[in-house]
């Protein structure tokens, strides 16, 4: 689905969240073809695309999990009516290709599967990232923080996860579903459990102090369309 031109040709800059790269990167030309516009793109994860924006960096448009969006209303960086549902995913279970796919269908299964690895490796909490806080946060839950402790290897993103997990580093991997997705020798078991699990709605918000609301507005009603949704399914998201 082609954007209407627009009379005019603006630069759009948008902050988004690690979590919508491999979304973003396949409509990113789309976009620029059916609008015109350009497009510029920083990721980041959640704590990081928040202090870029809170240490005064200027964006027309951020996408991040709700909590972080609910920030940025806050904190009055932008408008509670600006924003939209773009995607939503999950946090997946990941091994080495062709290795033992363990059980995690319940929360009972996860906690066995975890006690029973030889190593694990999730997202540094202290980064910032959604997923690492929420694995640090269950394993608590399950009260097996303290054993799993020194077995757990934190990566500091997807790839490394990846390559830990296919190069036997870690035998079992957790992040976000949609980044295990396009990496190579690896194997995505599921979803964790549902009552473990934390499905994060991304929504996109346009800034109080973007140059141009019409092009930002542009870029966030593409992204609403059913191309774009394709597209977000295809990655391993839901359309908003």
Do not use: C
Not at 26 to 44: C, M, N, Q, Y
Not at 57 to 81: M, N, S, T
Not at 189 to 203: A, E, I, K, R
């Amino acid at each position: 689905m082609l954007l209407a031109p627009f009379a005019h040709a603006a630069e759009v800059k948008l902050l988004s969240a690690v979590g919508m790269k491999e979304v973003m990167e396949d409509l990113w030309p789309k976009f620029e073809r059916a609008s015109g516009h350009k497009l510029t793109i920083v990721f980041g994860n959640l704590g990081a695309v928040v202090r870029r924006v809170q240490d005064g960096e200027l964006a027309d448009i951020v996408i991040l999990p709700g909590q972080g969006i609910d920030g940025l209303v806050k904190d009055g960086k932008a408008r509670a009516d600006d924003r939209a549902v773009l995607a939503r995913s999950g946090i997946g279970v990941a091994v080495r290709k062709d290795a033992s796919r363990p059980d995690i269908s319940t929360p009972e299964a996860f906690k066995r599967a975890m006690l029973a690895a030889r190593s694990i490796t999730y997202l540094d909490p202290a980064g910032g990232g959604t997923s690492g806080i929420h694995i640090a946060r269950v394993l608590d839950r399950l009260g097996i923080a303290d054993e799993m402790r020194a077995k757990t290897i934190l990566h500091a993103n997807a790839r490394a996860a990846g390559s830990l997990v296919a190069g036997g580093d870690a035998e079992i991997g957790m992040n976000l579903i949609q980044e295990f997705m396009p990496l190579p020798d690896i194997d995505l078991v599921g979803p964790l459990p549902s009552d473990l699990q934390n499905t994060l709605v991304f929504f996109g918000v346009i800034m109080t102090g973007a140059r141009d609301r019409l092009a930002s507005k542009a870029l966030i009603d593409f992204l609403r369309t059913p191309e774009a949704a394709a597209v977000i399914k295809a990655k391993g998201m839901e359309p908003g």
